[in-house]
T-cell receptor
Framework: GDSVTQMEGPVTLSEEACLTI???????????LFWYVQYPGEGLQLLLK?????DKGSNKGFEATYRKETTSFHLEKGSVQVSDSAVYFC????????????FGKGTHLIIQP | KAGVTQTPRYLIKTRGQQVTLSCSPI?????VSWYQQTPGQGLQFLFE???????NKGNFPGRFSGRQFSNSRSEMNVSTLELGDSALYLC????????????FGPGTRLTVT
């Protein structure tokens, strides 16, 4: 079945540091890929998405590129802020939405001032 | 536009009891999915409803059930609660059955004692 693997952390960085959270996947067919973010006490918010190979999703300074050859969708940001502290989930769906999202375990990101 | 709402936000039940959780999707969204989030298993897909029909179900026992009403609101029910059912239950809505973009509610925190 489908699966997503991501570093679990916690990942601790200083403000303005560069961020990379690795995500690799196994899926049948051609999945759509997502990054979701969860702030303390809240539900998940869609951060960015990519629906086909070589697509780049971007939002709020975060970027991720759909790499079919390496089955990866790494999340990057050039300069993180304290407000970026949250748990980040990589996810995919390959069933048109009907099979639901398959999530990674989540990466807890802590940004120190 | 109002987001996905879930009620109640917090719930404490005793082992053996049953519980019903409610989800109101974003206006106009017809697909509702449910997920269970626990520290050990992470986020797992429970089931998805579209136009009052369950389209798919994750790997959960029959004690977990749901339904969707004509106004797209959805409920999930867990019977004969077990301690392991303690979790955050998240509801997500999307525009239609082929939509990949899911919008999550804040979740219902269920504690089974």
């Amino acid at each position: 079945g489908d699966s997503v693997t991501q570093m679990e952390g916690p990942v601790t960085l200083s403000e303005e540091a560069c961020l990379t959270i690795n995500c690799t996947y196994t899926a049948t067919g051609y999945p759509s890929l997502f990054w979701y973010v969860q702030y303390p006490g809240e539900g998940l918010q869609l951060l960015l998405k990519a629906t086909k190979a070589d697509d780049k999703g971007s939002n709020k300074g975060f970027e991720a590129t759909y790499r079919k050859e390496t089955t990866s969708f790494h999340l990057e940001k050039g300069s993180v802020q304290v407000s970026d502290s949250a748990v980040y989930f990589c996810a995919l769906t390959s069933g048109g939405g009907a099979d639901g999202l398959t999530f990674g375990k989540g990466t807890h990101l802590i940004i120190q001032p | 536009k109002a987001g996905v709402t879930q009620t109640p936000r917090y719930l404490i039940k005793t082992r053996g009891q049953q519980v019903t959780l409610s989800c109101s999707p974003i206006s106009g969204h017809r697909s509702v999915s449910w997920y269970q989030q626990t520290p050990g298993q992470g986020l797992q897909f429970l089931f998805e409803y579209f136009s009052e029909t369950q389209r798919n179900k994750g790997n959960f026992p029959g004690r977990f059930s749901g339904r969707q009403f004509s106004n797209s609101r959805s409920e999930m029910n867990v019977s004969t609660l077990e301690l392991g059912d303690s979790a955050l239950y998240l509801c997500a809505s999307s525009l239609n059955s082929l939509a990949y973009e899911q919008y999550f509610g804040p979740g219902t925190r269920l504690t089974v004692t």
